[in-house]
């Protein structure tokens, strides 16, 4: 499985080097689900691999220690409002949780709807 992934991302990048961090992606996120959920995304535009790069690019900067620390020195940082300036923190804070929530529920759900119905898939028709 890991191998087809790994050809498919060549192949991908032979044919638009320019989207390489898609591909990627795309291969990292292939492997993790086909190995975890039996999900097959598409080699390009796959919707949970779309959820996935959201994910990870809002928890990241979410997540630096700087930021871990103003919160636990300054607890009351989660109580202002959202639409104060200056809390960019809790905003970022709120879009990574949303996020996590669909990256992990997404594949559930996939997971979930195979069990049903082994025939279906979440793929979009080609």
């Known amino acids: 499985m890991q191998l087809r992934r790994a ?7 032979i044919d638009d080097p320019d989207r390489y961090t898609s591909h990627y992606s795309t291969f990292s996120a292939a492997v993790a689900l086909s190995a975890v ?3 097959e995304p598409h080699p ?13 690019g809002a928890a990241l900067p979410a997540t ?3 930021k871990a620390i103003l919160f636990k020195m300054f607890p009351f940082l989660w109580r202002i409002p959202d639409w ?14 949303e996020w996590s929530v669909k990256a992990v529920e997404t594949p559930y759900e996939y997971a979930q709807e195979r ?6 898939s979440y793929r979009a028709t080609d």
């Open 37 to 39: 959920y039996d999900y």
């Open 7 to 13: 050809r498919e991302m060549i192949v991908n990048m």
């Open 44 to 56: 390009r535009n796959d919707p949970m691999v779309y959820i996935l790069d959201r994910f990870l």
């Open 64 to 66: 630096t220690p700087e």
């Open 84 to 97: 104060l300036p200056g809390s960019f923190l809790k905003r970022e804070a709120k879009t990574a949780c």
């Open 115 to 120: 069990m049903v119905s082994p025939s279906s």
